[in-house]
């Protein structure tokens, strides 16, 4: 089982805002990454060191961390965000990298 | 650009070795944390391990004692063996570039498309 705990499901508006959220004993020490998935293909990081997006992410996804719950947020949901999306970071227990368990987003 | 491109057989028999190689074009081997991860049908992702450009290794305790990680940078390659298989190591396997970034949290920059292995007799 996973350390890091994601909601299985989330579900937003077109154009609204959403939060997908982390949770983990090592969030109190380490920042997350996070990454984009969608059916069929590899995973896209979209945001690394809590707040940082890699070349030709958008804008509208951002991150933040508080306490035990890493966040990511799209501002604005575009119909192509529609996907998996993963938090990685490393465990409590000292294990370099730990997966969370997704969360599917569904753009309404 | 940087590329990761798997090969290597699709389907195993229970209790033998999954091999695979990871071949990395458009930028050098040397740094990086060279990592697999697999992806279960439907399910999440799960890191196997990692490899730095020096051969220094870390791996996922939960299968640490089947798995082997080598690297061939004259090649540009990586490798990851994982023995003794059964039908619950049937995923998609996927070799990517980690790097550290603040605070020593590994993040996956580059990804292969990944390959589907199917462990079946």
């Known amino acids: 089982s996973s350390e890091l705990t994601q909601d299985p499901a989330v579900s937003v508006a077109l154009g609204q805002t959403v939060r997908i959220t982390c949770q983990g004993d090592s969030l109190r020490s380490y920042y997350a990454s996070w990454y984009q998935q969608k059916p069929g293909q590899a995973p896209v990081l979209v945001i690394y060191s809590k707040n940082n997006r890699p070349s030709g992410i958008p804008d509208r996804f951002s991150g933040s961390s508080s306490g035990n719950t890493a966040s990511l947020t799209i501002t604005g949901a575009q119909a192509e965000d529609e996907a998996d999306y993963y938090c990685n970071s490393r465990d409590s227990s000292g294990t370099p990298v730990v997966f969370g368990g997704g969360t599917k987003l569904t753009v309404l | 650009q940087v590329q990761l491109q798997e090969s290597g057989p699709g389907l195993v028999k229970p209790s033998e070795t999954l091999s695979l190689t990871c071949t990395v074009s458009?930028?050098?081997?040397?740094?990086?944390?060279w990592s697999w991860i697999r992806q279960p049908p439907g399910k999440g992702m799960e890191w196997i391990g990692y490899i730095y450009y020096s051969g220094s290794t870390n791996f996922n305790p939960s299968l640490k004692s089947r798995v082997t990680i080598s690297i061939d940078t004259s090649k540009n390659q990586f490798s990851l063996k994982l023995s003794s298989v059964t039908a619950a190591d049937t995923a998609v396997y996927y070799c990517a570039r980690g790097r550290v970034t603040f605070g020593g949290v590994i993040a996956f920059d580059y990804w292969g498309q990944g390959t589907l292995v199917t462990v079946s007799s």
């Open positions: 458009g930028g050098s081997i040397n740094s990086y944390y």
